[in-house]
Protein backbone atom coordinates (compact mmCIF):
# COMPACT_ATOMS: atom_id res chain seq x y z
CA UNK A 1 0.00 0.00 0.00
CA UNK A 2 1.14 3.62 -0.84
CA UNK A 3 -0.14 6.77 1.16
CA UNK A 4 -0.34 9.85 -0.33
CA UNK A 5 0.17 13.16 1.90
CA UNK A 6 -0.74 16.27 0.72
CA UNK A 7 1.36 19.99 1.75
CA UNK A 8 1.03 23.51 1.18
CA UNK A 9 -2.41 25.38 -0.65
CA UNK A 10 -4.35 27.60 1.75
CA UNK A 11 -5.76 31.37 0.54
CA UNK A 12 -4.44 33.89 -1.95
CA UNK A 13 -5.07 37.01 -3.57
CA UNK A 14 -5.59 36.36 -7.18
CA UNK A 15 -2.28 36.46 -9.51
CA UNK A 16 -0.61 35.64 -6.46
CA UNK A 17 1.51 32.01 -6.41
CA UNK A 18 0.88 28.84 -4.17
CA UNK A 19 2.96 25.71 -4.09
CA UNK A 20 1.20 22.32 -3.21
CA UNK A 21 3.55 19.18 -2.71
CA UNK A 22 2.75 15.18 -2.55
CA UNK A 23 4.83 12.87 -0.64
CA UNK A 24 4.30 9.42 -1.04
CA UNK A 25 5.05 6.70 2.16
CA UNK A 26 4.75 2.98 2.26
CA UNK A 27 5.25 1.03 -0.64
CA UNK A 28 7.06 3.10 -2.82
CA UNK A 29 9.47 0.82 -4.82
CA UNK A 30 9.77 1.56 -8.68
CA UNK A 31 7.45 4.98 -7.78
CA UNK A 32 9.91 6.17 -10.63
CA UNK A 33 8.05 4.07 -13.00
CA UNK A 34 4.60 5.82 -12.59
CA UNK A 35 2.82 8.57 -13.83
CA UNK A 36 2.12 11.36 -10.55
CA UNK A 37 0.06 14.52 -11.13
CA UNK A 38 -2.86 16.42 -9.78
CA UNK A 39 -6.39 16.82 -9.78
CA UNK A 40 -9.30 18.84 -8.59
CA UNK A 41 -12.54 19.10 -7.79
CA UNK A 42 -13.93 22.69 -7.69
CA UNK A 43 -16.75 23.94 -5.20
CA UNK A 44 -20.20 22.26 -5.62
CA UNK A 45 -19.17 19.54 -7.92
CA UNK A 46 -19.57 15.85 -7.68
CA UNK A 47 -17.40 13.63 -6.24
CA UNK A 48 -16.64 12.03 -9.66
CA UNK A 49 -15.67 15.23 -11.41
CA UNK A 50 -12.23 15.30 -11.06
CA UNK A 51 -10.35 18.18 -13.08
CA UNK A 52 -7.28 17.33 -15.14
CA UNK A 53 -4.76 19.91 -13.50
CA UNK A 54 -1.02 18.27 -14.38
CA UNK A 55 0.44 14.63 -14.82
CA UNK A 56 4.09 13.81 -15.22
CA UNK A 57 4.96 10.68 -16.05
CA UNK A 58 8.31 8.45 -14.94
CA UNK A 59 10.58 9.76 -18.00
CA UNK A 60 9.30 13.15 -17.38
CA UNK A 61 6.53 13.86 -19.75
CA UNK A 62 4.07 16.21 -18.75
CA UNK A 63 0.30 16.70 -19.58
CA UNK A 64 -1.27 19.70 -18.35
CA UNK A 65 -5.56 20.95 -18.41
CA UNK A 66 -6.18 23.45 -20.81
CA UNK A 67 -7.33 25.92 -18.17
CA UNK A 68 -3.83 26.11 -16.35
CA UNK A 69 -1.67 25.89 -19.59
CA UNK A 70 1.21 28.50 -19.25
CA UNK A 71 0.64 29.39 -15.50
CA UNK A 72 1.35 26.11 -13.39
CA UNK A 73 4.04 23.74 -13.46
CA UNK A 74 4.18 20.29 -12.33
CA UNK A 75 8.08 18.58 -11.25
CA UNK A 76 9.45 15.46 -9.23
CA UNK A 77 11.62 14.13 -7.29
CA UNK A 78 12.18 10.27 -7.36
CA UNK A 79 14.84 10.57 -5.27
CA UNK A 80 12.29 12.50 -1.70
CA UNK A 81 9.18 10.31 -3.39
CA UNK A 82 7.48 13.82 -4.03
CA UNK A 83 6.14 15.56 -6.66
CA UNK A 84 5.26 19.51 -6.28
CA UNK A 85 2.90 21.83 -8.57
CA UNK A 86 3.68 25.04 -8.56
CA UNK A 87 0.72 27.70 -9.86
CA UNK A 88 1.23 30.98 -10.54
CA UNK A 89 -1.16 34.12 -11.63
CA UNK A 90 -3.63 31.94 -10.31
CA UNK A 91 -7.46 33.22 -10.50
CA UNK A 92 -10.41 32.77 -8.65
CA UNK A 93 -11.29 30.19 -11.21
CA UNK A 94 -9.00 27.78 -9.78
CA UNK A 95 -10.42 27.76 -6.06
CA UNK A 96 -11.01 23.82 -5.75
CA UNK A 97 -9.69 21.09 -3.74
CA UNK A 98 -6.15 19.48 -5.04
CA UNK A 99 -5.91 15.71 -4.31
CA UNK A 100 -2.44 14.19 -5.57
CA UNK A 101 -2.77 11.23 -7.36
CA UNK A 102 -0.42 7.95 -7.95
CA UNK A 103 -1.16 5.91 -11.09
CA UNK A 104 -3.04 3.90 -11.54
CA UNK A 105 -5.48 4.26 -8.55
CA UNK A 106 -3.90 5.99 -5.42
CA UNK A 107 -5.44 9.60 -4.47
CA UNK A 108 -4.23 11.93 -1.65
CA UNK A 109 -6.79 13.35 1.12
CA UNK A 110 -7.16 16.59 -1.17
CA UNK A 111 -5.71 19.59 -0.42
CA UNK A 112 -7.90 23.17 -0.20
CA UNK A 113 -6.68 25.92 -2.80
CA UNK A 114 -8.43 29.49 -2.15
CA UNK A 115 -7.95 32.43 -5.16
CA UNK A 116 -10.15 35.27 -3.56
CA UNK A 117 -9.47 39.29 -2.56
Known amino acids: QVQLEETGGGLVQPGGSLVLTCTASGSTFALGLFTVGWYRRAPGKPLTQHELVATITGGGTTMYGDSVKGRFSISRDNAKNTWTLQMNSLKPEDTATYYC??????WGQGKQVTVSS
Open 101 to 106: YLGPNY
